[in-house]
């Protein structure tokens, strides 16, 4: 299946434009709307403690991302290639800081969502098919939790074999990878929004409920405790920037797709929880670790519970499909500028993807799901990606002094404001994650540092 051609040829087949509006709109909210909507509400009420200050928090961390997505646009629009921050890294602070980004989204951040998405997906078909929960295989050496031996059930077998569908699927073609990305978030967001009517419309609840409140730490602790959570549910804004070198009038399209994408999402968001909580009193909510599926069992019974299930498996199934498409652009990003293995820079000049690419982080995807590790290494490196993802959007400003000439043909609305402002809500979290888990956090920082003896290698044999 990999077609093996001369480096020569290699290095000049170019990725493919089929992307349009629809498709980029539908990576951003495709990607960022997964199993968190139907979930975080129940951690953010029990940190601030009423409907009221949950409202605050989804539309401070709404606007937060809307100011993230709007320095995105800039750096995009002004440089349209494969990689998203990986380029705006490396064009704003060197090679070196796109390493560690690019190094961090395989190995740990990008491989650990989907391996999380994947086993989301599992657990909800498991309402239907407990089955799944039972063990295939118990494996006998220290693997598992506390050095337990490893047991592998058959649902984290189904797990790797949807991600392994998926990335057959977008193997064949950014454009068969992207039509289906738009057609599952349509289905997606029909569905959400039939949860929200319904919540809204049926009369099972009642407006006395947005004031209730539960105890919570609350203060600026809860607050920022919330927000982590909500941050988590709009995480994947960015994923589009990552396949910008294959968008049809990427100058135009990647600014509207991130903005209009992200409003999109947070109207989702607050219409969501206007629902959950119009039908379920704070209490309720706290005590429900999976809200939306109690909020229609209110209504429905058990048929409207299992109804969301499925919907959050669409859900996930979309986000899972955004996340192996884009990507896999990164370590394709990286090694096409010789930081990481040759191979992973082949083009397939059929399909014109970055097939090998998308093959590697989804083997490694799979390989997660099936060691079980994934949720432990993904928050450790939640520290450094929030650090990264906060210097990718100074690179505005960076870039703004050192390329004063790079074309822009979209200018970021409200700067200096809009970015400043996200790096400065990227800096509060990270003082706060820091003061909360310190010793995660510098582990994290200690795996990603791991890369560093890679990095200096290839480029020693890139110079070579």
Same mark, same amino acid.
């Given at each position: 299946?990999?077609?093996?051609? #001369?480096?020569?040829?290699?290095?000049?087949?170019?990725?493919?434009?089929?992307?349009?509006?629809?498709?980029?709109?539908?990576?951003?909210?495709?990607?960022?709307?997964?199993?968190?909507?139907?979930?975080? #509400?129940?951690?953010?009420?029990?940190?601030?403690?009423?409907?009221?200050?949950?409202?605050?928090?989804?539309?401070?961390?709404?606007?937060?991302?809307?100011?993230?997505?709007?320095?995105?646009?800039?750096?995009?629009?002004?440089?349209?290639?494969?990689?998203?921050?990986?380029?705006?890294?490396?064009?704003?602070?060197?090679?070196?800081?796109?390493?560690?980004?690019?190094?961090?989204?395989?190995?740990?951040?990008?491989?650990?969502?989907?391996?999380?998405?994947?086993?989301?997906?599992?657990?909800?078909?498991?309402?239907?098919?407990?089955?799944?929960?039972?063990?295939?295989?118990?494996?006998?050496?220290?693997? @598992?939790?506390?050095?337990? #031996?490893?047991?592998?059930?058959?649902?984290?077998?189904?797990?790797?074999?949807?991600?392994?569908?998926?990335?057959?699927? +977008?193997?064949? @073609?950014?454009?068969?990878?992207?039509?289906?990305?738009?057609?599952?978030?349509?289905?997606?967001?029909?569905?959400?929004?039939?949860?929200?009517?319904?919540?809204?419309?049926?009369?099972?609840?009642?407006? =006395? +409920?947005?004031?209730?409140?539960?105890?919570?730490?609350?203060?600026?602790?809860?607050?920022?405790?919330?927000?982590?959570?909500?941050?988590?549910?709009?995480?994947?804004? +960015?994923?589009?920037?990552?396949?910008?070198?294959?968008?049809?009038?990427?100058?135009?399209?990647?600014?509207?797709?991130?903005?209009?994408?992200?409003?999109?999402?947070?109207?989702?968001?607050?219409?969501?929880?206007?629902?959950?909580?119009?039908?379920?009193?704070?209490?309720?909510?706290? =005590?429900?670790?999976?809200?939306?599926?109690?909020?229609?069992?209110?209504?429905?019974?058990?048929?409207?519970?299992?109804?969301? =299930?499925?919907?959050?498996?669409?859900?996930?199934?979309?986000?899972?499909?955004?996340?192996?498409?884009?990507?896999?652009?990164?370590?394709?990003?990286?090694?096409?500028?010789?930081?990481?293995?040759?191979?992973?820079?082949?083009?397939?000049?059929?399909?014109?993807?970055?097939?090998?690419?998308?093959?590697?982080?989804?083997?490694?995807?799979?390989?997660?799901?099936?060691?079980?590790?994934?949720?432990?290494?993904?928050?450790?490196?939640?520290?450094?990606?929030?650090?990264?993802?906060?210097?990718?959007?100074?690179?505005?400003?960076?870039? %703004?002094?050192?390329?004063?000439?790079?074309?822009? #043909?979209? %200018?970021?609305?409200?700067?200096?404001?809009?970015?400043?402002?996200?790096?400065?809500?990227?800096?509060?979290?990270?003082?706060?994650?820091?003061?909360?888990?310190? %010793?995660?956090?510098?582990? @994290?920082?200690?795996?990603?540092?791991? @890369?560093?003896?890679?990095?200096?290698?290839?480029?020693?044999?890139? %110079?070579?």
């Amino acid at each position: 299946m990999l077609e093996k051609l #001369p480096e020569a040829e290699v290095s000049h087949i170019d990725l493919k434009r089929d992307l349009g509006i629809w498709t980029a709109a539908a990576i951003v909210v495709g990607t960022v709307i997964g199993s968190a909507i139907f979930l975080v #509400p129940n951690d953010m009420v029990k940190s601030v403690g009423s409907p009221f200050m949950v409202f605050a928090v989804w539309i401070f961390g709404g606007m937060l991302t809307l100011f993230g997505a709007l320095s995105y646009a800039e750096l995009a629009a002004a440089l349209p290639q494969a990689g998203g921050e990986y380029v705006f890294l490396r064009e704003a602070y060197g090679p070196l800081w796109a390493f560690i980004y690019g190094w961090t989204q395989m190995w740990v951040a990008k491989s650990g969502s989907i391996a999380t998405l994947a086993t989301g997906f599992f657990i909800y078909l498991a309402n239907f098919q407990p089955e799944l929960n039972k063990v295939w295989v118990v494996v006998p050496l220290p693997l @598992g939790e506390s050095g337990q #031996p490893l047991e592998i059930r058959y649902g984290q077998l189904l797990a790797m074999g949807v991600i392994a569908v998926l990335a057959f699927i +977008n193997y064949f @073609g950014v454009k068969v990878g992207g039509d289906l990305q738009v057609v599952v978030t349509i289905a997606k967001v029909g569905l959400i929004a039939a949860i929200i009517v319904i919540g809204l419309g049926t009369g099972h609840g009642s407006v =006395s +409920n947005y004031h209730t409140s539960i105890p919570a730490p609350g203060g600026v602790t809860g607050f920022f405790a919330a927000l982590v959570a909500a941050l988590w549910a709009y995480d994947g804004w +960015n994923n589009v920037s990552m396949v910008a070198s294959e968008i049809r009038d990427p100058q135009k399209n990647l600014p509207r797709a991130l903005i209009a994408g992200t409003l999109v999402v947070i109207a989702i968001y607050l219409l969501a929880n206007l629902a959950y909580f119009y039908v379920l009193p704070a209490a309720d909510v706290a =005590s429900s670790a999976r809200v939306a599926a109690e909020t229609m069992r209110r209504i429905l019974g058990s048929f409207g519970a299992n109804a969301v =299930s499925i919907v959050a498996m669409i859900s996930i199934f979309a986000a899972l499909n955004g996340s192996i498409l884009s990507g896999s652009r990164v370590p394709f990003a990286m090694a096409r500028d010789g930081l990481f293995f040759r191979r992973v820079a082949f083009v397939n000049p059929k399909h014109r993807t970055p097939s090998v690419s998308i093959l590697a982080l989804s083997a490694w995807g799979a390989f997660l799901v099936l060691s079980g590790r994934y949720t432990q290494l993904y928050t450790y490196v939640i520290f450094a990606s929030v650090i990264l993802y906060g210097m990718a959007t100074a690179a505005v400003i960076v870039l %703004r002094i050192k390329r004063p000439d790079l074309p822009r #043909p979209y %200018r970021t609305l409200g700067y200096p404001f809009v970015p400043v402002v996200f790096v400065l809500g990227i800096s509060c979290l990270v003082v706060s994650t820091l003061l909360k888990s310190p %010793r995660e956090s510098l582990m @994290g920082l200690g795996l990603v540092s791991l @890369g560093l003896p890679f990095y200096f290698f290839w480029k020693r044999r890139r %110079r070579t």
